[in-house]
Nanobody
Framework: EVQLVESGGDLVQPGGSLRLSCAVS????????MSWIRQAPGKGLEWIST????????SYTDSVKGRFTISTDNAKNTLYLQMNSLKPEDTAMYYC???????????WGQGTQVTVSP
């Protein structure tokens, strides 16, 4: 069965770093497009990054460019989000998701909480 399990969320100080993981079973990450989406307290869902693993191309929302890096470890069938120079406004629940053929998201993880605070 398909399962996406996020981990790595934590409480960190502004300027700190964190790496989120998304362990995938039921499909192959290397042949997929995968995204990270977040939801800040009281806000709606915000797309932050996608990796198109067939071509290795990557895209990011403007607010995280230069600070966040999306990647995969194909041997582990795992998606990552390296987050550097974290800001309080990065505080959110972070979700990984599989991009489907219609460019929506068909499979989601349960989310992992990132809190950036002194």
């Amino acid at each position: 069965e398909v399962q996406l399990v996020e981990s790595g969320g934590d409480l960190v100080q502004p300027g700190g770093s964190l790496r989120l993981s998304c362990a995938v079973s039921g499909f192959t990450v290397s042949s997929s497009a995968m995204s990270w989406i977040r939801q800040a307290p009281g806000k709606g869902l915000e797309w932050i990054s996608t990796i198109y693993t067939y071509t290795t191309s990557r895209s990011y929302t403007d607010s995280v460019k230069g600070r966040f890096t999306i990647s995969t470890d194909n041997a582990k069938n795992t998606l990552y989000l390296q987050m550097n120079s974290l800001k309080p406004e990065d505080t959110a629940m972070y979700y990984c998701a599989h991009v489907d053929g219609g460019l929506g998201y068909d499979y989601w993880g349960q989310g992992t909480q990132v809190t950036v605070s002194p």
